[in-house]
């Protein structure tokens, strides 16, 4: 079977402002307050410097899941840098509503 190869897409019109709002939560200023959501949940792999991100923001609803995962990876890059990026192994984003439907309720 061959390889499929794609491109990243940006192809919500929110995208960039979905980024500097994740940073903004992932590097508040000393005196910001900041709403509850989105709420980043971060998990580290035991054994590995690998980091797992969940980030459950009702703006996910309409945005394709793969596009969420890469907002999520670009303002990783921007407020923690490059190599706080790529210890993320996985970046997932969802709603309430579909947190709910995957069992999530500990959050």
Do not use: N
Not at 62 to 90: F, H, K, P, T, W
């Amino acid at each position: 079977m061959p390889v499929i190869q794609r491109k990243p897409s940006r192809q919500h019109p929110e995208h960039d402002a979905l980024v500097a709002e994740l940073v903004r939560h992932l590097k508040p200023p000393p005196d910001d307050v900041l709403p509850e959501f989105p709420r980043i949940i971060e998990e580290r792999v035991p054994l590995s410097r690998a980091l797992r991100v969940l980030v459950l923001w009702d703006r996910w609803q309409s945005i394709r899941e793969i596009e969420r995962s890469e907002i999520i990876l670009e303002a990783y890059d921007q407020a923690r840098g490059r190599e706080a990026m790529l210890q993320i192994s996985v970046a997932t984003g969802v709603t309430a509503t579909e947190a709910l439907q995957l069992g999530m309720t500990e959050l």
